[in-house]
């Protein structure tokens, strides 16, 4: 099915997938925030991440596969067509009139038709914004929650993108919240896994969050650099004795955190294995991020 004359496409793009192609479906007026078009339909699970060089996705099977495998674990016994879904992404990112698009495709728990189709599956386009390099030279402030978890973690449920609207997020002093569980330990962002440098190794809570594809990348590459991954989480009580930290996202990569609840990290700057994993990762990107199709 054709698709809008992209030279006349709004930034912020949403399609259903059809086993045919994809169908442009109408943005509801005033949202500039993506997420915000799935506001009206019945959410289930979802996916995001970047392309690169236009239409290069990398990681597109491990999304796929952690969308599969929250669908099982939601007892759904619909089939997602992956050749229809992986044919619709590369016909839409193709004709996106940006460079680069970010991108989020869904699984609902019922037809959408709130927005005028019978699909389950809707792919939504906006465009993808990097880090501002300020950020990535001089790094983030977070503030830690209590108050707020992932009720399933091993499911990227789409619940959690509204859950989280309440937290601000995006501010150099306030980018995004990590949640603390009753334990005190640090689990992960709101739309992120968190990791940490504590005496030479890399630390990243293994269980209680969410399986990010970034962080799977991320441990790969430490490893391949003769770091020593520790799959555990840091505690609140440990923050003092940090010497570096980072958020990962298939969306934004690898963003240095400086200071966490007032608590300065380390020498208050992006530290060596912060920029040596994120080098290591934007290269891995550019040799392995590939077409959705072909």
């Not at 915000?36 to 099977?61: I, K, M, N, Q, S």
């Not at 698009?101 to 869904?106: E, L």
């Amino acid at each position: 099915m054709p698709l809008s004359d992209p030279t006349s496409a709004r930034a912020v793009q949403l399609h259903a997938v059809h086993p045919d192609g994809p169908v442009p479906l109408s943005v509801p007026g005033g949202v500039d925030d993506v997420n915000e078009a799935f506001d009206a339909v019945t959410l289930g699970v979802y996916e995001g991440l970047r392309t690169f060089d236009h239409v290069r996705f990398l990681g597109l099977d491990e999304h796929l596969d952690r969308a599969q495998r929250g669908m099982v674990r939601l007892g759904w016994d619909f089939e997602l067509d992956r050749d229809a879904l992986r044919r619709a992404l590369h016909e839409v990112v193709s004709a996106y009139p940006l460079p680069d698009a970010r991108v989020r495709f869904d699984i609902l728990a019922a037809p959408a038709t709130q927005l005028g189709t019978s699909s389950r599956t809707l792919i939504a386009l906006s465009p993808f914004v990097p880090v501002p390099t300020e950020l990535m030279e001089r790094g983030v402030t977070v503030q830690l929650v209590d108050d707020l978890r992932r009720t399933r973690p091993l499911i990227k449920e789409a619940n959690f993108v509204l859950a989280r609207r309440a937290y601000p997020a995006g501010a150099r002093e306030a980018y995004e919240p990590i949640m603390v569980d009753e334990a005190g330990r640090i689990l992960e962002g709101t739309s992120s896994n968190f990791f940490a440098v504590k005496d030479g190794a890399l630390h990243s809570a293994g269980t209680g969050v969410l399986e990010g594809i970034t962080r799977q990348f991320l441990v790969r590459l430490a490893r391949e650099n003769g770091l020593r991954v520790v799959e555990q989480a840091v505690r609140k009580s440990e923050l003092e004795h940090l010497e570096e930290a980072f958020l990962a996202s298939s969306i934004r990569s690898v963003v240095p955190i400086v200071r966490i609840d007032g608590v300065v990290i380390g020498s208050g700057a992006p530290g060596p294995v912060t920029k040596r994993l994120l080098a290591s990762y934007m290269r891995f990107a550019t040799r392995e991020a590939r077409p959705a199709v072909g």
